[in-house]
């Protein structure tokens, strides 16, 4: 037997049926898909800042911080330049002295410790500093 002849060929009647109602499902699925990307969009708009104190995330402490250890480098800085031209100064004043000198340069390494010791103590300060902005 011939399996070509034998074959049942396709029954188109149902076909107009059948593909009507695949048209009719990916229309509905797509308005389904539509609605949920319109409602999505309407709910994320309606969102609001919060505030720092919500999140627990505070910026501004973080700035004041940064801000606080630029003061310090800046006025050791300061300092240093000062106390330089001080030590030259005086050093020019002692002329020659070595008692002088001597005594000079123990007061400028003293000055010095003193500059640096200021200076960590400013940044630890800085470290203190902060808090809520109430």
Partial sequence: MNTA???RPPDHRDTGVSRSRGVSS???????LLLALVGSTV???QCQMVGDKLTGVQVGVFKRKNDC???CADRRKD???AERKLHHDLVKA???NPTCLKEEEDRHDAAEDAIEAAYRDCVNNCH???GDDD
């Fill in 26 to 32: 990916r229309i509905v699925m797509r308005a389904v």
């Fill in 128 to 130: 203190v500093q902060g």
């Fill in 79 to 81: 300092a240093t330049k």
């Fill in 5 to 7: 002849t034998t074959r």
């Fill in 43 to 45: 709910v994320l708009t």
């Fill in 94 to 96: 002692c002329d020659r």
């Fill in 69 to 71: 250890v630029r003061t």
